[in-house]
């Protein structure tokens, strides 16, 4: 950890030296968050996933914002939120309300992010915002958590915000120097933790870890265990820089054939896969890199949770 | 160079519609493609055919301007003629539009053209692309001349995003250059990575605000200053 104390759940069980698990929640198009507390009464349950990302407009589509969904995540279920916020759609004005809302809101993980480009989702005429970028973003956090100001140094009423921040990095990178350079300039505005975007290649995400090593900053990489073969598709076809295995999604696709119509043959088969993928992809990871931890992007999956991470120990109180 | 896009003719038209005698006025200033006299009279002569369609006898004249934007050029040029025609379409960008019905204030002056960007003309692949977009806060000194404003849908100060895939941009499915890979490769090759690594605060968005201005004279200054000086 860096110079700030640990603020969260989080970022204190990575202090303690546990190799942490975190999930993903997504708020949709929808009237109600019965799915998402659902998903994370599961995660809670497994004492192996300390947090929770809740997403914020994924792929640039127009989603439940993402502050409620963490604030009820944590109060209904006391699973502790990581919330994404992107500079996509707010400028430094909205960005600084948001974030003090969220402290109020005992929120204590932010996770900054540029954003997809609104071109990729079901708003393309919309008009982006990037008044400042994530890096500028991840000054503005420094600044209001260690000096409790506003980004121009107006003193915030009841001083500095209680909160750890990380931000984004892509082992799919390429070419990778650039991004590397990249999270350099945001882990000097005072990262907390790094996550990383999902990795199928082992030996690639080694490879990145040891690049990430010289920033002596936490890191989670990114896995993405597949529900469907459908989800699996749109993943290798609509996420900048993501392609998934061939015999990957060669499997999923014939599990689904052999077992249509039979939804627990499928749901077993499915599952049989994923656990045979990533079961050993984490154990290496834990193994022999230095990161702190993995990040699960099984949205919807949480089934997965309690035999893929049967080998780890439970660590949550 | 302004680039600008020809607006569909049943927009045009409908501009004038209710007019029976039109002037449509090119621009011979930077508007690129050319939107000069031949550009002009094309236009009148779709215009007249379409109004034809409609049973009507349009009657029109083409001139052109040497350069619509210049208050001075406009008036001299055009006032002499407007008493003609009841309306006037300009082919000139938009800068041209409002000054055009700034010193002709007696007519109303339509557009035919969307204006689309400043732009540079690249003559091997025969397009014309946005490489700077006047932002009145010019960073090019840092990134090896290659604007990240102008090239960056994100309008990022710090480097890619992760939208970055193989070099290229995720807007425009992936047939752009990514401009902060190009930075990083002009830089790379001059050994001023340091100036790559540099990070870049946030942008002072109070040199961009709508109506942007600039006093002509404020920028000569030092030459009241001398004067002063010699008679001193």
Sequence with gaps: MGKRPAYSNLCKAIEAGHFVFTGELEPKKILSLEEILHSAEEMKKTRKIVAANVTDGPQGDAYMCSLVPSYLVQEKVGLEAVWQVTVRDRNRVALFGDVIAGAVLGLKNILTLTGDHTSLGDHKKGRVVYDIDSTQFCEMLSIM????????????????????????????????????????????????????????????????????????????????????????????????????????????????????????????????????????????????????????????????????????????? | MIITQLKDIEEIYGYIEPYNKILIAGCDGCCQPPRSLNEAKLLGQLLELKARTKGKDLKWKAITVLRQCDDRIAATTVRPLVEDYEAILTLACGLGVVMMNKVLPQKLTFPTQNSMFGGAQSNGENNFIELCETCGDCIIGETGGVCPRAGCAKHLSNGPCGGMVDGMCEVRGYTVPCAWVEIWKRLKEFNRLDLFKKYRGPRDYRTSTSPGYLEVYKEYTNVEEEKEEVKG
């Design chain 1, 145 to 317: 958590i260690d000096e409790g100001t506003d980004y121009e140094g107006n003193e915030i009423e009841g001083g500095k915000i209680k909160m750890n921040y990380g931000c984004v990095a892509n082992p799919n990178s390429n070419p990778r120097e650039p991004e590397i350079l990249k999270v350099g300039r945001k882990v000097e505005q005072g990262v907390d933790f790094i996550q990383t975007q999902t990795a199928f290649d082992i030996d690639e995400a080694k490879d990145f870890l040891k690049d990430l090593e010289q920033f002596n900053v936490p890191v989670l990489l990114g896995v993405f265990p597949l529900k469907s073969y459908g989800i699996a598709w749109y993943f290798d076809n609509y996420i900048p820089g993501v392609s998934v295995p061939k015999d990957l999604l060669k499997a999923l696709k014939k599990a689904e054939k052999d077992n249509k119509g039979n939804k627990p043959a499928k749901y077993a088969a499915l599952d049989k896969i994923n656990i045979e993928f990533f079961e050993p992809f984490i154990k290496e990871i834990k193994k022999s890199t230095k990161a702190a931890g993995v990040h699960t992007m099984a949205v919807e999956y949480e089934r997965l949770f309690e035999p893929l991470l049967r080998d780890f120990p439970e660590y949550v109180k």
